[in-house]
């Protein structure tokens, strides 16, 4: 039984094995993108104080992000090679404080990270890490909150879930759907100590309310707004949002990896997952609950892009809606398991091994999908490192180094990147050649 036991860990080990290497692989060749050299001089000429009220009346009003953005560029440019394995572990130990299994709990974070529509704007660029990934570490510690902590002051889960809401507009928007879903089934779910859970949540869903509120108040918004096209109306706004919504969810589901993923996570939630049972009626019930309520989380989060500029948000922001609707999906997965371990008791032994067989075959193709395109992802870090790294030599002379990710190059937009560049290194201008 022993031996069994280990190969059922066996594809999990190894997807986690293999994503572990390229997130720490490719980490170390992250640099200083585009937004980086702007924060950072306007750090470097405001200071940490000065920087926090100034992009607050100047720019956004995202005080996690622009507070966790000043605290690391204090440490030093160097440090953004690291801080994807540092968040990435995180986030492991996190979910590792829900889920009590390391493995399992590694294993979720990188399907996730598989299922980026632009991992490098969202996981390897410290602005977007700081923008769009960064949250759920906050989001992970107020679930731990709310399903384990049997006494705890609601400061503390109210703090948390203000804290993650304050990295994005978009995330903030698009996790009450998914706080929704949490009420309605700690209000059907839990018998007992219901009144205790409903407090912690009610408390979660007034911290991200309040930093949706606290957002708006920003003068900056008013300044950024007059760079972006602003919606005609607001039906458009809604029509927009249901039609890209209807795309982007196809669009998910047409790619291969993306459902790889999804039979893998349900499949290794089968498999070590067991203890919960539940009667028909409220196991399928929550499952459609919390699956709508990740069609509704990337709704919100495609919404929040039309609303403020007219256009479909760009990948790193629709990073968000794919990880709203993970979270979803994986709650959603735990009570369709439960149901099975409850009406299928007899045949639950045949019904393991098929699990088994068909986790091990969804794994090995989901590699041979993902593999590769972290692959070129790696490259395209690792070149743009080398470049840049014998350009900064040159200063203020520099060759206009390949963008990566899509971001900016150093001559687009007026060459706003290079007067960054040029503010933080101390130069007038930078001569592009």
């Given at each position: 039984?022993?031996?069994?036991?280990?190969?059922?860990?066996?594809?999990?080990?190894?997807?986690?094995?293999?994503?572990?290497?390229?997130?720490?692989?490719?980490?170390?060749?992250?640099?200083?993108w585009v937004d980086d050299f702007c924060s950072a001089a306007f750090?470097?000429?405001?200071?940490?104080?000065?920087?926090?009220?100034?992009?607050?009346?100047?720019?956004?009003?995202?005080?996690s992000a622009v507070f966790f953005t000043?605290?690391?560029?204090?440490?030093?440019?160097?440090?953004?090679?690291?801080?994807?394995?540092?968040?990435?572990?995180?986030?492991?130990?996190?979910?590792?404080?829900?889920?009590?299994?390391?493995?399992?709990?590694?294993?979720?974070?990188?399907?996730v990270f598989i299922n980026s529509p632009n991992i490098i704007q969202s996981f390897y660029w410290q602005t977007g890490l700081l923008n769009y990934t960064a949250e759920f570490v906050f989001l992970n510690i107020f679930l731990v909150f709310l399903l384990f902590k049997k006494r705890a002051s609601l400061i503390f889960?109210?703090?948390?879930?203000?804290?993650?809401?304050?990295?994005?507009?978009?995330?903030?928007?698009?996790s009450i759907p998914f706080f929704l879903c949490l009420g309605v089934a700690l209000h059907f779910f839990y018998r007992e100590k219901r009144d205790k859970k409903l407090k912690v949540w009610i408390a979660g869903l007034l911290g991200i309310l309040f930093s949706l509120f606290l957002m708006s108040l920003s003068p900056g918004n008013a300044t950024r707004s007059e760079f972006v096209t602003r919606p005609e109306s607001f039906s458009f706004v809604a029509r927009s949002t249901f039609l890209a919504t209807r795309w982007y969810l196809l669009r998910m589901f047409s790619i291969n990896t993306f459902v790889y993923s999804l039979f893998v996570a349900f499949l290794t939630i089968f498999l070590f997952f067991r203890e919960v049972k539940l009667n028909l009626r409220d196991g399928f019930l929550f499952s459609f609950i919390f699956f709508i309520g990740g069609i509704f989380s990337v709704m919100l989060v495609i919404f929040s892009g039309f609303y403020s500029m007219s256009i479909l948000p760009p990948e790193r922001t629709l990073f968000l809606a794919v990880c709203l609707f993970?979270?979803?999906?994986?709650?959603?997965?735990?009570?369709?398991?439960?149901?099975?371990?409850?009406?299928?008791?007899?045949?639950?032994?045949?019904?393991?091994?098929?699990?088994?067989?068909?986790?091990m075959f969804f794994s090995v193709i989901l590699f041979f999908n993902f593999y590769p395109h972290w692959i070129n992802v790696r490259k395209e870090v690792k070149d743009y490192?080398?470049?840049?790294?014998?350009?900064?030599?040159?200063?203020?002379?520099?060759?206009?180094?390949?963008?990566?990710?899509?971001?900016?190059?150093?001559?687009?937009?007026?060459?706003?990147?290079?007067?960054?560049?040029?503010?933080?290194?101390?130069?007038?201008?930078?001569?592009v050649k």
């Open positions: 039984m022993k031996i069994f036991k280990v190969l059922f860990y066996l594809p999990t080990f190894s997807i986690v094995l293999v994503g572990f290497y390229l997130i720490v692989s490719t980490s170390l060749y992250v640099r200083y750090l470097k000429d405001n200071g940490f104080w000065g920087a926090q009220l100034g992009w607050w009346k100047s720019w956004t009003g995202r005080y000043s605290l690391f560029e204090l440490v030093g440019p160097w440090v953004v090679r690291f801080l994807p394995i540092f968040l990435f572990l995180l986030l492991v130990f996190t979910s590792y404080l829900i889920l009590k299994n390391f493995l399992i709990s590694a294993l979720f974070v990188i399907l889960p109210f703090l948390f879930t203000f804290i993650a809401g304050g990295f994005s507009e978009a995330f903030a928007l698009g993970f979270y979803c999906f994986f709650i959603a997965s735990f009570f369709v398991v439960g149901v099975v371990n409850k009406y299928l008791v007899s045949k639950l032994n045949n019904i393991v091994n098929i699990a088994f067989i068909l986790n490192a080398i470049a840049w790294d014998v350009e900064v030599r040159n200063l203020p002379e520099v060759k206009n180094v390949k963008p990566v990710g899509g971001l900016d190059s150093f001559t687009d937009n007026k060459g706003w990147v290079s007067s960054c560049i040029a503010r933080y290194y101390g130069f007038e201008e930078i001569i």
